[in-house]
């Protein structure tokens, strides 16, 4: 199976994961076999935080348990990440806005920081350019900009 959340508590060999999907936390085990990669590349099961937003491919043990086979490194906290791509979807009442990046193809929720004050040009469809942190589970917008459109 896969599994994607963040990652809530790390006892010995059992993770605790807040996945979006699942009612309730899920409880996975890493083994010495367990693969840990973060950019597609591998690194030490240390590098796997507390709050860090994970990818786990794991499969299902005849006792009941799951063991990880894989687990990616998506976004560590405090991380600071840019995003560049065109905005699907914006709510400025709850600070949302949903963009589909250019550079991965894949759709990430940023929520705008309530100090900030949007550009005037900024809406549905406009081409961004987004200096986020991720923070307690969610990607924060520090800095907007509104890429020109090309003619």
Same mark, same amino acid.
């Given at each position: 199976?896969?599994?994607?959340?963040?990652?809530?508590?790390?006892?010995?060999?059992?993770?605790?994961?807040?996945?979006?999907?699942?009612?309730?936390?899920?409880?996975?085990?890493?083994?010495?076999?367990?693969?840990?990669?973060?950019?597609?590349?591998?690194?030490?099961?240390?590098?796997?935080?507390?709050?860090?937003?994970?990818?786990?491919?794991?499969?299902?043990?005849?006792?009941?348990?799951?063991?990880?086979?894989?687990? @990616? %490194?998506?976004?560590?906290?405090?991380?600071? *990440?840019?995003?560049?791509?065109?905005?699907?979807?914006?709510? !400025?009442? $709850? =600070?949302?806005?949903?963009?589909?990046? @250019? %550079?991965?193809?894949?759709?990430?929720?940023? *929520?705008?920081?309530?100090?900030?004050?949007?550009?005037?040009? !900024?809406? $549905? =469809?406009?081409?961004?350019?987004?200096?986020?942190?991720?923070?307690?589970?969610?990607?924060?917008?520090?800095?907007?900009?509104?890429?020109?459109?090309?003619?």
């Amino acid at each position: 199976g896969q599994s994607q959340g963040i990652l809530q508590k790390r006892e010995g060999d059992e993770l605790t994961i807040r996945d979006g999907i699942a009612p309730l936390p899920v409880r996975i085990r890493v083994t010495p076999t367990t693969k840990f990669l973060r950019d597609g590349r591998s690194v030490s099961a240390s590098a796997l935080v507390t709050g860090a937003l994970i990818s786990v491919n794991f499969a299902a043990q005849g006792n009941g348990h799951s063991v990880a086979r894989e687990i @990616s %490194i998506l976004a560590l906290p405090g991380t600071r *990440y840019t995003f560049i791509g065109q905005v699907v979807h914006i709510d !400025l009442r $709850t =600070g949302l806005l949903v963009l589909n990046s @250019s %550079i991965d193809h894949k759709t990430y929720e940023i *929520y705008l920081n309530p100090q900030t004050t949007p550009d005037d040009n !900024l809406h $549905t =469809g406009a081409n961004v350019t987004i200096m986020a942190n991720f923070e307690e589970s969610r990607y924060v917008a520090r800095s907007l900009s509104v890429n020109p459109e090309s003619k």
